[in-house]
């Protein structure tokens, strides 16, 4: 009996600590989590922690987790090596464990250190190993986003606009309908960045958009940052009409980067002040002023990657003032740093150079070693070459020869293909021409022929209803027949070309976009901007772009079975409209080019533009459209 007892006092002492040191590890865990973005060395210390009670526990679900933190915390310090090898680390932990969250994560922040190296082959299936785990589980809907945009900052940095803004919007997709704010806030931001050299409008839209969900969930470090860019977009492109509102964005995020304490965007909110009055104000004192309360910040240790930057703005506007001493300080200062950091990078290409002078030195004593047996062999070289000079000529005789008669061969196959490719041009845009009178006259015998009829019965139905019979069976009818008359008119609209040739191209696609609402039990979602750019497409052209959405807007009524459509139309050096809907997409490998899809594709290739068609099942379906500017004049 007393054996018993021992054993279960032993046991539960036992298991009590076992609890404890758990309860430790998860409190530890949570701090990590709380500290890491502002401070990742206090973040290490609880992690440090964490590794060492857990190395009693040995609980393979906890390595993988505490070797993640650690990874991340390295990453936020730039310590990217480092950072790798926790980051593996967890990657070996999370598969023994089978924790999904952690691997696929762990494989996307893997691919974010080789895509800052350059390495993008591997950064992209780092990305891909991530987005396998993850993009069929809603749980990890975050990392998927977050994925779908790191794979689109890729194209992004490879001038893929169209790959990139594929992604995006899938990440957006995701974010929109899992309401997943904070990550599609950030999302809208890069959308927005891809915009922000050369489209203000598509910039400012979308960087609005992820202020409001800042705002909405009371994210004051990316309230700041976005109203900073909005800022500093307004002076990109010289909209002085917004310069009031550039200085009202930034009044507000140095007011709440106060209010917060974050030093980061406080000293981003002063540097973007300075330049404010620099550019925007030409007042020079007050762009001194902020400049200065900027350095202040350095001065009392803080560091940024802006320093130089800030030197550089702190020379200039010295000198503006007059102040050529200072003027003159700041700009050794800044030639300082960019001299030591030259340096650094100087004695790291040395240190190579030096490593790459030795091996070219023991290889050349090897050359020297095998330079007389090379000798030896000399003569018999010479005999061969001698040979071979003779018959290279001929070669090049018989290779200038056949290549010529390839050429000629080439241009004639390319100015048949020309000339069939124009013939088909001229076939498909004679198709279409005699599609649009068909559509017509179907238009007229609709409305005038059956149209006519099914008023003239109902109005003779409703007389004998009211004067004889006054049955509410009929009476049905007559409101059943009055639907079908009313439905057969807007398909006559539908139909008609005069409809297209009256209103303006923005005029048309609104109305049509109001039709289908009208039979949609979902939400089709309109934007189009800039509105006169797309009022200046007109004739065939007009006619052609208006059918292209009008057949893919119908194919996603009859088969998609979705419940948002997206139609967004944007100008940046091309027309591009995007229409994508959360439907139950298809193989487009293997779907059946009918009538609907062949003329979607030969009414852009008329207007010389490209058509990509992006589904999968399951997972909705996306048309990208680019028009260039000179195919809708």
């Not at 240790?301 to 800030?310: A, R």
């Not at 007389?372 to 018989?398: F, V």
């Amino acid at each position: 009996m007393r054996v018993y007892l021992f054993f279960l006092v032993l046991f539960t002492a036992i298991f009590s600590y076992s609890q404890d040191v758990e309860s430790q590890i998860e409190k530890n865990y949570q701090e990590y989590r709380r500290l890491v973005d502002a401070n990742p060395d206090s973040a290490l210390i609880y992690l440090s922690e964490s590794k060492k009670l857990n190395e009693k526990n040995n609980d393979l679900d906890w390595s993988a987790r505490i070797y993640y933190g650690i990874g991340y915390s390295y990453f936020v310090k730039q310590k990217y090596i480092v950072a790798l090898e926790n980051f593996n680390q967890a990657v070996g932990f999370a598969k023994q464990s089978s924790n999904s969250n952690i691997l696929s994560k762990s494989y996307n922040q893997i691919g974010l250190i080789y895509s800052f190296q350059n390495d993008y082959k591997k950064a992209l299936n780092y990305f891909h190993s991530s987005l396998n785990i993850s993009e069929n589980r809603e749980e990890l809907s975050d990392n998927t986003m977050s994925v779908l945009s790191n794979i689109a900052d890729l194209y992004i940095l490879q001038q893929d606009t169209i790959s990139a803004l594929r992604y995006y919007h899938q990440a957006v997709k995701i974010g929109e309908r899992e309401d997943k704010k904070a990550i599609l806030a950030g999302v809208l931001n890069n959308i927005a960045v891809s915009y922000m050299d050369n489209n203000k409008d598509s910039t400012e839209f979308y960087l609005k958009k992820a202020l409001q969900i800042y705002k909405e969930t009371n994210n004051s470090y990316g309230q700041i940052m976005t109203q900073n860019n909005l800022a500093t977009t307004y002076m990109n492109f010289t909209s002085v009409e917004d310069y009031p509102q550039s200085l009202r964005y930034l009044n507000e995020s140095l007011r709440l980067s106060q209010a917060t304490k974050n030093i980061d965007a406080e000293f981003f909110t002063y540097y973007y002040l300075g330049n404010y009055f620099e550019e925007a104000e030409r007042d020079n004192v007050n762009a001194k002023n902020y400049y200065e309360k900027a350095f202040d910040m350095l001065k009392r240790g803080y560091k940024n990657d802006y320093t130089i930057e800030l030197y550089k703005s702190l020379s200039r506007v010295y000198l503006k003032l007059g102040d050529y001493k200072n003027a003159y300080e700041f700009q050794k200062i800044q030639h300082e740093l960019q001299d030591s950091i030259f340096s650094v990078q100087k004695n790291k290409q040395f240190h190579e150079t030096q490593t790459k002078f030795d091996v070219e030195r023991k290889n050349t004593q090897i050359q020297l070693l095998n330079k007389e047996t090379q000798i030896e062999k000399g003569h018999k070289r010479l005999i061969l070459i001698g040979s071979i000079l003779l018959i290279i000529p001929l070669l090049l005789l018989a290779v200038f020869y056949r290549t010529r008669m390839r050429y000629q061969q080439t241009i004639s196959e390319q100015d048949k293909l020309l000339f069939e490719k124009e013939k088909e041009t001229i076939k498909a845009k004679n198709l279409i021409e005699g599609q649009n009178m068909e559509r017509s006259r179907i238009a007229k015998e609709l409305h005038d022929g059956v149209g006519g009829r099914l008023s003239a019965i109902k109005i003779k139905m409703d007389q004998l209803n009211t004067t004889t019979i006054q049955d509410s069976e009929l009476d049905y009818c007559i409101k059943q027949l009055q639907d079908t008359a009313r439905e057969i008119r807007v398909i006559s609209h539908e139909l008609n070309e005069n409809k297209i040739n009256e209103l303006n191209f923005v005029h048309l696609v609104t109305h049509l976009i109001d039709d289908y609402k009208f039979y949609f039990n979902g939400e089709i979602h309109f934007n189009i901007f800039p509105e006169d750019k797309y009022e200046k497409i007109t004739g065939v052209n007009k006619h052609y772009l208006y059918r292209v959405i009008q057949e893919i807007l119908s194919n996603c009524l009859k088969y998609a079975e979705a419940e948002n459509i997206y139609v967004d139309c944007t100008f940046d050096e091309v027309y591009r409209i995007i229409i994508d809907d959360d439907g139950k997409g298809f193989d487009v490998a293997n779907v059946k080019k009918g009538m609907g899809m062949d003329n979607i594709r030969k009414r852009v290739e008329t207007l010389q533009g490209k058509l990509h068609v992006d589904s999968q099942i399951g997972r909705g379906a996306t048309f990208i459209m680019e028009i260039p500017e000179n195919g809708t004049e």
